[in-house]
């Protein structure tokens, strides 16, 4: 089993949409939670860390539940601009290991 | 934020031959960064850790013989990939954090994009 697993997709979404990514983490040791957007052939960006309590940007929310090892995002009012691959990724604190899910790709269209 | 730089940012090589791809944190130093790689259509995968001043640790199924890496300074790390062949081709790239803690954002370099012939 892989220690991040995503569902990869492709999503394909109208503008102005509501999406929703899932992400589950098998390393009950993963202390920090990330999501990185990667466009083609880019390197991957920070989008937003996620903390246990949720936490909100723009149009972008992240929740992370511990209890069931999964994180969440979710990305509302969908824009053209969004298109792109969302990755997960979970950090052990001892190692400060970075593991990726395999990504999940979102293609909005006009 | 931070800047990461990779070089080179392309690179084609006959097979047989070794390329050496470097990883410099501009404007911090970091004792630790991470090698990536990532196939098309795939996510990016660990390949190891570089330590500054010590050996890499290098996660399960990779060929510490094949990818060599260095961390000689605290702003340079250098992959290596000796006696590249056309399976090797792949988008290579690396991740640094400022200072020595476990926490805290992994800046990226833009990576390198190797093809071996």
């Known amino acids: 089993r892989k220690e991040v697993e995503q569902d990869p997709g492709p999503f394909n979404v109208p503008e102005g949409a509501t999406v929703a990514f899932n992400c589950t983490y098998s390393?009950?040791?993963?202390?920090?939670f990330f999501w990185y957007r990667q466009d083609c052939r880019k390197e991957p960006k920070l989008l937003m860390s996620v903390y246990s309590s949720g936490n909100e940007d723009g149009r972008f929310t992240a929740q992370l539940n511990r209890a069931s090892q999964y994180i969440s995002l979710l990305i509302r009012d969908s824009k053209l601009s969004d298109s792109a691959t969302y990755l997960c990724?979970?950090?052990?604190?001892?190692?400060?290991?970075?593991?990726f899910g395999q990504g999940t790709t979102l293609q909005v269209k006009p | 934020g931070a800047v990461v730089s990779q070089h080179p940012s392309w690179v084609i090589c006959k097979s047989g031959t070794s390329v050496k791809i470097e990883c410099r944190s501009l404007d911090f130093q970091a004792t630790t960064m991470f090698w990536y790689r990532q196939f098309p259509k795939q996510s990016l995968m660990l390949m190891a850790t570089?330590?500054?001043?010590?050996?890499?640790?290098?996660e399960q199924g990779v060929e510490k013989d094949k990818f060599l890496i260095n961390h000689a300074s605290l702003t340079l790390s250098t992959l290596t990939v000796t006696s590249a062949h056309p399976e090797d081709s792949s988008f290579y790239i690396c991740?640094?954090?400022?200072?020595?803690?476990?926490?805290?954002?992994?800046?990226f370099g833009e990576g390198s994009r190797l093809t071996v012939l």
């Open positions: 990724g979970a950090r052990g604190s001892n190692t400060g290991k970075l593991i």
């Open positions: 390393n009950s040791a993963s202390q920090s």
């Open positions: 991740s640094a954090r400022p200072g020595t803690q476990n926490t805290g954002e992994l800046f």
């Open positions: 570089s330590n500054e001043g010590s050996k890499a640790t290098y």
